[in-house]
């Protein structure tokens, strides 16, 4: 028997990242080692010599397979670090998430106060709190002037204040319009101490109101609406969220 029957050559291939934002997987990186099943039942004593190298080859290769599971997991690791850092951040953690959802809010028509919440049990002291609303929103103009409402975030009563609120506005001179459009409002808010946390959306006057009407306001029309709430670890979280 021959050498080429026991032994094959070793083929490792691997992947460089192209420097792009783009997601890792395994469709970008492949590795493929093979050692061909051959019969060497019936061997020399040379062969015997060989069959204990392909042996020794294949327990090398199962190493070489967790090492590069590590290495691939770690340039996963470093691709998310270097999209997040891109921003001046780094990598998170969720260790909690909420999402409340219900269709017709039944405070949807409020012109002021608190028009949904849901609660979340806040488990360490140093987390930071991402808060999400996505739903419908709509303000009719009344009045002469302007109309103008506020959306805002609370938690246990209180807007945001690490870094800023949590806000948006809606500021309407025409007096026929009535166009319900997706809202999105999103944002992080740190220094809120770990226990229950109730994260309300409110709506309310606009910074300034000044003269505008209030006019005639509406949060989640038709729809389901959610609130969602993570909790995250971010490295060098005081950089990130400014």
Same mark, same amino acid.
């Given at each position: 028997?021959?050498?080429?029957?026991?032994?094959?050559?070793?083929?490792?291939?691997?992947?460089?990242? &192209? /420097?792009?934002?783009?997601?890792?997987?395994?469709?970008?990186?492949?590795?493929?080692?093979?050692?061909?099943?051959?019969?060497?039942?019936?061997?020399?004593?040379?062969?015997? #010599?060989?069959?204990?190298?392909?042996?020794?080859?294949?327990?090398?290769?199962?190493? @070489?397979?967790?090492?590069?599971?590590?290495?691939?997991?770690?340039?996963?690791?470093?691709?998310?670090?270097?999209?997040?850092?891109?921003?001046? /951040?780094?990598?998170?953690?969720?260790?909690? @998430?909420?999402?409340?959802?219900?269709?017709?809010?039944?405070?949807?028509?409020?012109?002021?106060?608190?028009?949904?919440?849901?609660?979340?049990?806040?488990?360490?002291?140093?987390?930071?709190?991402?808060?999400?609303?996505?739903?419908?929103?709509?303000?009719?103009?009344?009045?002469?002037?302007?109309?103008?409402?506020?959306?805002?975030?609370?938690?246990?009563?209180?807007?945001?204040?690490?870094?800023?609120?949590?806000?948006?506005?809606?500021?309407?001179?025409?007096?026929?319009?009535?166009?319900?459009?997706?809202?999105?409002?999103?944002?992080?808010?740190?220094?809120?101490?770990?226990?229950?946390?109730?994260?309300?959306?409110? #709506?309310? &006057?606009?910074?300034?109101?000044?003269?505008?009407?209030? /006019?005639?306001?509406?949060?989640?029309?038709?729809?389901?609406?959610?609130?969602?709430?993570?909790? @995250?670890?971010?490295?060098?979280?005081?950089?990130?969220?400014?």
């Amino acid at each position: 028997m021959t050498a080429a029957l026991c032994v094959s050559v070793l083929l490792i291939v691997l992947c460089v990242t &192209d /420097g792009q934002s783009t997601t890792s997987d395994d469709s970008h990186c492949s590795y493929t080692f093979k050692v061909p099943a051959a019969d060497c039942s019936q061997t020399s004593g040379e062969d015997q #010599v060989l069959k204990s190298s392909v042996i020794g080859l294949q327990a090398q290769i199962k190493l @070489l397979t967790k090492e590069i599971a590590t290495i691939k997991a770690g340039m996963s690791l470093l691709l998310m670090k270097t999209i997040v850092g891109a921003v001046g /951040g780094s990598v998170r953690q969720v260790f909690n @998430l909420k999402q409340c959802s219900i269709r017709d809010p039944p405070n949807k028509n409020a012109e002021h106060g608190v028009i949904w919440s849901c609660g979340l049990v806040k488990k360490r002291e140093e987390t930071v709190l991402r808060v999400v609303w996505n739903g419908a929103l709509r303000l009719i103009h009344s009045g002469s002037g302007a109309s103008c409402r506020r959306w805002f975030f609370t938690l246990n009563g209180n807007e945001c204040s690490e870094p800023q609120t949590i806000d948006t506005q809606l500021y309407i001179q025409n007096p026929s319009s009535n166009l319900h459009r997706p809202a999105y409002v999103e944002g992080y808010c740190r220094g809120i101490p770990a226990g229950h946390v109730n994260v309300a959306w409110n #709506v309310g &006057d606009c910074v300034p109101q000044g003269s505008f009407q209030v /006019g005639d306001s509406s949060s989640g029309w038709g729809a389901t609406v959610r609130i969602i709430v993570e909790e @995250l670890d971010i490295d060098d979280a005081v950089h990130v969220i400014t």
